[in-house]
């Protein structure tokens, strides 16, 4: 099972919008709801910022939002602050019948400009 | 508050087993309401899901890992453990211990703050 693909980089101005891309296939992302994401640190442990693809976590901003189409699931950081300068990783669950697996995206450098 | 805190050698040899532990405090391992996982990320890389044991004993594993994890639980001290037996440098890794919502699982709400371990001689 390969890892989900996202761009390495995105980088915004402060106040910009930005969108992070997670795309899987058909077998994880495009069969469950299950994606979520997460925000790391340097140094820190990952944070969870939406689960089951679209939900927010309580204290998560809401400019943080969640949506997926086909076998493509999307962060996207709206109002842009220097503190959400961080790596991203999204998550999706792509067992089977016979097996349990969970497979994180490649993650995405999110530089503030 | 949930916390979730790591320990274990920070060395260990090749061909030898990486043996950690995860102490779960402000809540109960055996609630029955989570999952408690491993993960795992090398330097500069990405994060793989090692596996995860239920308050039964119950166990799931990443298949490419599959043969050399061992999760196990210990309920009367609040904690879990991984052992990954036949290390090599490809181990080298941060490894985080998580909790995960059996009511809709994938996602991970409490993370420990990861404990490194290098697999050298």
């Known amino acids: 099972q390969s890892a989900l693909t996202q761009p390495a980089s995105v980088s915004g101005s402060p106040g910009q919008s930005i969108t992070i891309s997670c795309t899987g296939t058909s077998s994880d992302v495009g069969s469950y709801n299950l994606v979520s994401w997460y925000q790391q640190h340097p140094g820190k442990a990952p944070k969870l910022m939406i689960y089951e693809g679209s939900k927010r976590p309580s204290g998560v901003s809401n400019r943080f939002s969640g949506s997926k189409s086909g076998n493509t699931a999307s962060l996207t950081i709206s109002g842009l602050q220097a503190e959400d300068e961080a790596d991203y990783y999204c998550c999706s669950y792509a067992g089977s019948s016979t097996f349990d697996l969970y497979v994180f995206g490649t993650g995405t450098k999110v530089t503030v400009l | 508050q949930v916390q979730l805190q790591e320990s274990g050698p920070g060395l260990v040899k090749p061909s030898q087993t990486l043996s950690l532990t995860c102490t779960v405090s402000?809540?109960?391992?055996?609630?029955?309401?989570?999952?408690w996982s491993w993960i795992r990320q090398p330097a500069g890389k990405g994060l793989e899901w090692i596996g995860r044991i239920y308050t039964s004993g119950s166990t799931n594993y990443n298949p490419s890992l599959k043969s050399r994890v061992t999760i196990s639980v210990d309920t009367s001290k609040n904690q879990f453990s991984l052992k990954l037996s036949s290390v090599t440098a490809a181990d080298t890794a941060v490894y985080y211990c998580?909790?995960?919502?059996?009511?809709?699982?994938?996602?991970?709400?409490?993370w420990g703050q990861g404990t490194l371990v290098t697999v050298s001689s």
């Open positions: 402000g809540g109960s391992i055996s609630s029955g309401s989570y999952y």
């Open positions: 998580a909790r995960e919502p059996t009511y809709s699982s994938g996602w991970y709400d409490y």
